[in-house]
């Protein structure tokens, strides 16, 4: 799992939790179901099965692979539409085209993101680069939606491109962890990405045996995503692995302990830590669009059957029917509402 690594950690500014403050205490502890995502590459839907009240201001999360392509085998999305909330892509391992109608995309590999701001409504595509797709190779990555008030829902799409030595790269006091903190604030210290919703968004590696206590604002929403590995969160050490998610209540600092021994192919423990300030509002949800109302939901998919979020080029086909798009990221056929 390259990501972005440093050879010396104790070159690193340190990050350490009041010993005073409340530690979180685990809620939940859920497993992942494994399913297909666009044309077929294969993901863990990490939320599955969390309340939407602990997700707040979160809505979506997928693990994508970790899978290794044989030549011809790399698989991405058609082109189709988002409205109302932004995504984040973060590559692990492998290389990931975007294109948006709106100029937005580029070419992300180990490390980097991609932030997009749908907000009133866009047009993407998300695909492996055609060398890729010949050669065949390693994948890994997420894509995370985080919401938009209402105030926001309707605002002017916009594009983030953060490279990986951009991230801010932290240690614990002892050495134990590689904290990438991509967005948000953590201890002082600030990530590039810039955020329409509060959020606080780190990546981190925890070496066998070594706990990681981290301070968290009190007013935020706490989830931790183990992609590989094997470890414990909590004072109380629930137990997790791979492909589960912890979520945490009441307090101010987080704990994260990587178990002694791990498996082979995954030496160290890899977590995806999740905050933001919950918004409180009706959420309405269908395939692409993430509104307030059931209402809205219907307007986006006749905005974008009218030809108003955008214009497809010509060499490319899209899905133009409700039915098709409910499927593009596997959400319910119905509208979703909470």
Do not use: C
Request: proline content about 8%; hydrophobic content about 40%; glycine content about 12%.
């Amino acid at each position: 799992m390259p990501a972005v690594t440093v050879s010396d950690l104790t070159v690193l500014p340190r990050v350490a939790a009041d010993p005073r403050a409340k530690v979180r205490r685990v809620k939940s502890v859920t497993t992942a179901p494994q399913g297909f995502e666009g044309e077929g590459f294969p993901v863990r839907r990490a939320f599955a099965g969390v309340d939407m009240a602990d997700l707040d201001p979160f809505i979506h999360l997928d693990q994508m692979g970790e899978v290794e392509y044989a030549p011809g085998e790399p698989k991405g999305t058609p082109w189709h539409p988002h409205r109302g909330f932004e995504t984040v892509t973060y590559i692990i391992d492998g290389i990931f085209d975007h294109k948006d109608n709106h100029g937005g995309g580029g070419t992300i590999t180990n490390g980097d993101t991609q932030w997009m701001t749908a907000g009133a409504g866009l047009l993407h595509i998300e695909t492996p680069p055609e060398h890729l797709v010949v050669s065949g190779g390693l994948f890994h990555g997420f894509q995370l939606w985080v919401n938009l008030p209402a105030a926001k829902k309707w605002s002017k799409p916009a594009y983030q491109d953060i490279r990986a030595n951009d991230v801010s790269l932290l240690t614990t006091q002892d050495g134990g962890a590689l904290l990438r903190v991509i967005a948000g604030d953590l201890g002082g210290y600030k990530g590039p990405g810039s955020t329409q919703t509060p959020i606080t968004m780190v990546h981190a590696t925890i070496a066998p045996g070594a706990e990681l206590r981290l301070p968290w604002r009190s007013d935020y929403n706490a989830l931790v995503y183990t992609l590989n590995g094997k470890g414990s969160v909590g004072d109380l050490a629930q137990p997790v692995k791979m492909g589960q998610l912890a979520v945490l209540v009441d307090g101010s600092t987080l704990v994260i302990k990587a178990d002694q021994n791990q498996e082979s192919r995954s030496p160290t423990m890899d977590v995806l830590i999740l905050g933001g300030e919950p918004i409180r509002e009706q959420v309405a949800w269908m395939g692409p669009f993430v509104m307030n109302t059931k209402a809205e939901v219907i307007q986006a998919f006749e905005d974008f059957q009218k030809g108003l979020l955008g214009t497809i080029p010509a060499e490319h086909i899209a899905p133009t029917k409700p039915q098709d798009l409910a499927g593009v990221h596997n959400t319910p056929k119905e509208v979703q509402e909470n």
